[in-house]
């Protein structure tokens, strides 16, 4: 038996492991990932300059048993990234913010990975994600994913048609479709 850690090769981590789903009790630390958020990023991730009542109010208002809120917490218990996915029926928003430390690893787009295979098991058709055309990164997340974008007076609204789950499935282990 191996006495020192074994440090697992880079291609076998990868955020998406890390991600869990916020209850009730998390909430404390859903206001105060957002909390950290600077002026700017907030501007980013809300659409428009808020205030921290603002962003108490918010997380209070969140339904955390209709809405899929999720994300990947430090060893210290701080979120570092929060996704908010709002189901409809065939439509799905999705809301996401990274905190500055834990930016340029791809967190993001593994929040973004996730909330689509969770729009996807839960028969969404749409998702929807509303941003100023000033977030670069979540623009960039978008023309990653082929989303459709439509941009207007400084703000942009990005599409994607999410597959239903099997086809998602088939499509993720490239397997063809099989004809009934």
């Given at each position: 038996?191996?006495t020192?850690?074994?440090?697992?090769?880079?291609?076998?981590?990868?955020?998406?492991?890390?991600?869990?789903?916020?209850?009730?009790?998390?909430r404390?630390g859903?206001?105060?990932?957002?909390?950290?958020?600077?002026?700017?990023?907030?501007?980013?991730?809300?659409?428009?300059?808020?205030?921290?009542?603002?962003?108490?109010?918010?997380?209070?208002?969140?339904?955390?048993?209709?809405?899929v809120?999720?994300?990947?917490?430090?060893?210290?218990?701080?979120?570092?990234?929060i996704?908010?996915?709002?189901?409809?029926?065939?439509?799905?928003?999705?809301?996401?913010?990274?905190?500055?430390?834990?930016?340029?690893?791809?967190?993001?787009?593994?929040?973004?990975?996730?909330?689509?295979?969770?729009?996807?098991?839960?028969?969404?058709?749409?998702?929807?994600?509303?941003?100023?055309?000033?977030?670069?990164?979540?623009?960039?997340?978008?023309?990653?994913?082929?989303?459709?974008?439509?941009?207007?007076?400084g703000?942009?609204?990005?599409?994607l048609?999410?597959?239903?789950?099997?086809?998602?499935?088939r499509?993720?282990?490239?397997?063809?479709?099989?004809?009934?």
């Amino acid at each position: 038996m191996p006495t020192t850690p074994h440090v697992l090769p880079r291609q076998i981590l990868d955020w998406v492991a890390l991600l869990e789903r916020l209850d009730a009790g998390d909430r404390d630390g859903l206001r105060e990932h957002f909390l950290a958020l600077d002026p700017d990023d907030r501007r980013l991730r809300f659409g428009l300059p808020v205030s921290d009542e603002h962003i108490r109010r918010y997380v209070d208002g969140i339904d955390l048993d209709a809405d899929v809120v999720f994300g990947v917490c430090s060893g210290t218990g701080t979120w570092l990234g929060i996704g908010h996915l709002t189901l409809g029926r065939e439509d799905a928003e999705l809301g996401l913010s990274v905190l500055p430390d834990a930016r340029g690893r791809g967190l993001g787009a593994a929040i973004f990975r996730f909330a689509l295979a969770h729009a996807s098991r839960a028969g969404v058709r749409r998702v929807y994600m509303h941003c100023l055309t000033s977030n670069r990164a979540i623009l960039s997340i978008a023309r990653a994913a082929r989303m459709e974008i439509h941009s207007a007076s400084g703000e942009a609204d990005a599409y994607l048609v999410v597959p239903p789950y099997a086809q998602f499935v088939r499509m993720l282990i490239d397997e063809p479709a099989t004809e009934h």
